[in-house]
């Protein structure tokens, strides 16, 4: 006599669900046709680089929802990568910028939609200097070199007023908090 029908299901269903995690765990990007891949946590680093009252930022664009918003740069650590490592990366890859003073402020957890598509980061916040003093000086600094949004210093009151939108969400009232 057979197993029942719904025993080998749950058993080919385990093995199956064993099969992705250890896919997943040697670092396989590999799927499972019919299996949908479960969303990731996206961990980043951003820097908090401040002039006065007015925060480095660059320009980004919600097609969807028809919005400009700003961020701080920075971005994805990479496995194997501390924060502190990332944020170096990213701001050479970003603006061919050296940081210095680096100290952290914050951990915000962000769970939004961007293009229609579902996103949820852990960000490390971090205060930082830039070394070439130069960029300072400048009210628009340029645009990020990997992607060509535009980088500028914004006041810091456009975004706790509301005026500007500031991602991610809780960094302006973190910064004001700060004052």
Excluded: C
């Amino acid at each position: 006599m057979g197993a029942a029908p719904g025993v080998v299901l749950v058993v080919g269903s385990v093995l199956l669900a064993r099969l992705v995690f250890l896919e997943h765990r040697a670092g396989s990007s590999a799927s499972v046709p019919g299996v949908p891949t479960p969303p990731a946590i996206r961990p980043l680093a951003l820097a908090i680089v401040r002039r006065d009252d007015d925060l480095l930022v660059f320009e980004g664009r919600d097609r969807t929802k028809a919005e400009t918003y700003y961020r701080p740069l920075g971005g994805g650590i990479e496995f194997g990568e501390t924060a502190v490592e990332a944020l170096r990366r990213e701001l050479r890859e970003e603006l061919a910028v050296e940081l210095s003073d680096l100290e952290l402020l914050g951990v915000l957890e962000n769970i939004f939609e961007y293009e229609n598509q579902p996103g949820h980061e852990i960000v490390f916040l971090y205060r930082a200097e830039i070394v070439d003093r130069t960029l300072y000086e400048r009210d628009e600094v340029g645009v990020v070199l990997d992607q060509g949004s535009p980088v500028s210093w914004r006041p810091l009151r456009e975004f706790a007023e509301g005026r500007l939108t500031l991602y991610p969400a809780g960094l302006a009232e973190l910064l004001s908090a700060q004052v």
